[in-house]
């Protein structure tokens, strides 16, 4: 009681202290969600009207496209310029169809099962087209195809044990193919639907199609007489801040930003190799060379232990798997020839060529194949012992193939398929067995993982292909050189820390400053140099306008050293009238409106084309054949003038008019002759012309507005 008593008595205490207790708690939980947010913000890739994308469901989307276009082309790798222009892709594919999809939902549009399944029986699409499931007869997809494809893999997956490893991933590959095309025919559809709503809401008319077939096909030679806008000095004219921001109100859409930009200065150093650098190469190439030429060389490990980006595989290959200096050169080697060591300037490299041997190959081979797996070596050895003496004693190729779980069917190949590849020594095994077999000729060759039971059916296009071994060393910096450059740059970067010093000082030790305007955070790299994503991450995140950056150290190679300063920031929505550029364009703008007036004002009076020839300024040229749909271009002021097409038009055969105010100066033109084209009219073809038009014209500004009111965030350079 004494004890309860006491908490009574301390009650007001006691619920201080609970309160502090519990609003450290609900502090805590608080934090901790702000915490997750924060950190589940950071790993977002961007969103569209709200909806987030994860870096983790982004990186699925472009390892699933990625894997799509590999299997297509028959490759294992795509480069860094090829993978970024696929995230490129993926992220618009992404974007273009969220906006879509988002105005689809309000209308309650969306795609049936019913037609999924009619797409899929008229096996017409072409992302239907782009699958192994083709029926050759009527050269479209085949839906029965697909089934038999979906049950064979089914009874490959319960007999995994029993198949080789090769067949399920190739089986799987398809199987993701197909379902990254089933996903993908159902966005297109709905995209295709909404399109068709936006073009039935487009009508022509009779009047229209008239117009605009006569803005095609009559005729006008005219003289016209220009008075530039550059023969007057822009001294003659007083341009006021009130001007400029007036213009402003006018043009405002064409300073839109959807998103931010940056202007930046940079200092990019490229390291190259020195002196030394390239002597020290030279020796090597030489010390390559002596090996090469040697008797008993060992061409293969000589090639492949050098610093050659070219790995020798002993496999005869078309001349166009080599590079472009290569192929200028085996023409005219003989077999067993060596190359002196000579550098290329084209790729910056050192190369030595040893032509091992010509030879007449197939550049398309139609084989079948049976792999042989089995638990140990053995045991493989005697399988495919046993398949071959079958096959040669008559016994069907397909027959024995299904025995092992495996169709037999034939299939080309082309050298395209594997030239430019990364082969190992299993891959130049059989490939060099395809290309060394006769037709109906059979081998079993021995890999690592099994056998593989061989038999060529056909062979065409003979071509001449190489057994050469390349060895192409890059002409590459040592790190002592790297080091001297970038202790250099250092050492600027300590002396000088200001914008104005860097400035001021680069040229006269040894750097030039070069200018980017409008940087985008959706580009790759800053400056063009690859491996800038910190830079970029700086650009945007962090840098205030005029601070200097650290020294980055970046390129494909690690060759590349950047400083950068932040010379403006351009948010995302309106520039405002007093940016530099929107100002300039405002500038010229008004001034040229100015210059309009003024030229119109003097020559009010002119009636004709002698009393325009007359004024000051003016430069006289005929045109011939002038129709209003090709805007004409005038010498006198180095335009194009879509004025001047249009007041042809208008005007009848024998008239003068003007003044024309263009967008080069003012114009006066004397219509001197009026043809018809011999197009005939055909009233739908017009009116269908017109209505894409429109269509073309409202489709951008209906998807830069869906752009806008979508909100989308792209937070790609930061990943």
Known sequence: MAALQKIRNKGGLLMIVIGLALFAFIAEEFFRSIETTSNESKQQVG?????????????????????????????????????????????????????????????????????????????TNQLLLQTPFINQATRRFDVSMLQEFKKSYKEMQSKAGQVPQEYLEQYAQINQLWNYVEKSLRKQLLME?????????????????????????????????????????????????????????????????????????????????????????AKEMDATYNKLTAADADVAAITNASKS?????????????????????????AAG??????????????????????????????????SVAGQTKEEIAQRADSIMKALQGGADFEAVAKKYGQTGEKTWLTSQQYEGSTLNEDAAKYLSALNTLG????????????????????????????????????IAFSNKTYQSELNKLNVFMSKYKTPEAIAKNAVRNGYAIQERTDLRNSEHYVAGVANTKDAMKWIFDEAEEGEVSKLYECGYNNDHLLLVIVDKKHEKGYRPWDDKIVKETLRQMVIND?????????????????????????????LNDVVFTRPPFINATGVAEPAIGGRAMATKAGAFSGPIK???????????????????????????????????????????DMYKNGKVVDNRYKF
Not at 98 to 118: F, P, R, S, Y
Not at 341 to 362: F, R
Not at 594 to 622: C, D, F, P, W
């Open 193 to 281: 639907k909404f399109q068709n709503l936006l073009a039935m809401s487009v009508i022509s008319n009779p009047i229209a199609a008239k117009m605009a077939f006569k803005a095609q096909t009559e005729q006008s030679n005219i003289e016209v007489t220009s008075i530039a806008y550059n023969s007057i000095s822009d001294k003659d004219v007083q341009v006021t801040d009130a001007d400029l921001k007036a213009e402003y109100e006018k043009q405002k859409e064409r300073f839109f930003l959807p998103f931010a930009t940056r202007d930046i200065k940079y200092i990019d150093v490229a390291v190259q190799a020195s002196k030394d650098d390239q002597a020290n190469l």
């Open 662 to 704: 263009g967008n080069g100066g003012v114009y006066f033109l004397q219509v001197l002759k009026k043809t018809q084209a011999s197009a005939k009219y055909n009233q739908q073809q017009m009116e269908e012309m017109v209505s894409q038009m429109t269509l073309r014209m409202m489709g951008n500004q209906f998807f830069n």
């Open 47 to 123: 969103e569209v009207y709200g909806e987030k994308l994860s870096v983790q469901e982004f990186q699925e989307m472009v390892d699933e496209a990625a894997m799509v276009i590999k299997m297509q082309r028959g490759t294992d790798n795509l480069n860094e310029d090829e993978m970024n222009q696929l995230r490129d892709q993926v992220w618009n594919d992404f974007v273009f169809y969220k906006l879509v999809e988002h105005e689809a939902d309000k209308i309650g549009m969306t795609v049936t099962d019913e037609e999924m399944q009619n797409a899929l029986r008229e096996g």
């Open 594 to 622: 100015k210059k309009a007036e003024l030229i119109m004002s003097r020559t009010k009076n002119v009636k004709n084309m002698a009393q325009a020839k007359a004024q000051k300024g003016a430069v006289a040229q005929t």
């Open 309 to 333: 980006v070219i790995k020798y595989v002993n496999l005869p290959l078309s001349k166009n798997a080599l590079p472009a200096d290569i192929q200028g050169k085996i023409d005219s080697m």
């Open 439 to 474: 037709v109906n000729g059979m081998q079993n060759v021995e890999l690592s993982q099994g056998n593989l039971i061989l038999q060529v059916v056909d062979r065409k296009a003979m071509t001449t292909k190489y057994n050469v071994a390349v060895v192409k060393c890059p």
């Open 337 to 370: 020839t060596t190359t002196r060591p000579y550098t290329n300037k084209g790729d910056n490299t050192m190369n030595i060529i040893k032509l091992m041997s010509k030879v007449q190959a197939p550049d398309s081979i139609q084989f079948r194949a049976v």
